[in-house]
């Protein structure tokens, strides 16, 4: 079992930036690789970016490519998404995962944390 806790969102205006922060508990956490997905209200949860266990590989969705990455510290247990010229349409609850790279990218994740929320305003 692996226990993922999301933290650092909160309101920011457009253009702003935040980092947000998953935190991993239980099994070795470089056993997987870990992404970020989001869900706005009303609409499907969407890949936003993954990263393989090494930090070798980084993927992101065509809609945050640029402005968004996606980092890990296997030593603390941690990965991270810096978000950076955040749009209104950037909000979202987001979730982190923790799963293989492949079920990660098919949009699946063994693990799921509770998500924290980002509020973009215009």
């Known amino acids: 079992q692996v226990q993922l806790e999301e933290s650092g969102g909160g309101l920011v205006q457009a253009g702003g930036s935040l980092r947000l922060s998953c935190t991993a508990s239980?099994?070795?956490?470089?056993?997987?690789?870990m992404a970020w997905f989001r869900q706005a209200p009303g609409k499907e949860r969407e890949f936003v970016a993954a990263?393989?266990?090494?930090?070798?590989?980084?993927y992101y969705a065509d809609s945050v490519k640029g402005r968004f990455t996606i980092s890990r510290d296997n030593a603390q247990n941690t990965v991270y998404l810096q978000m950076t010229s955040l749009k209104p349409t950037d909000t979202a609850n987001y979730y982190c995962a923790a799963a293989s790279i492949l079920r990660l990218r098919l949009g699946k994740g063994d693990y799921w944390g509770q998500g924290t929320q980002v509020t973009v305003s215009s």
């Open positions: 990263i393989r266990w090494s930090g070798s590989s980084t």
């Open positions: 239980g099994r070795t956490f470089s056993d997987y690789a």
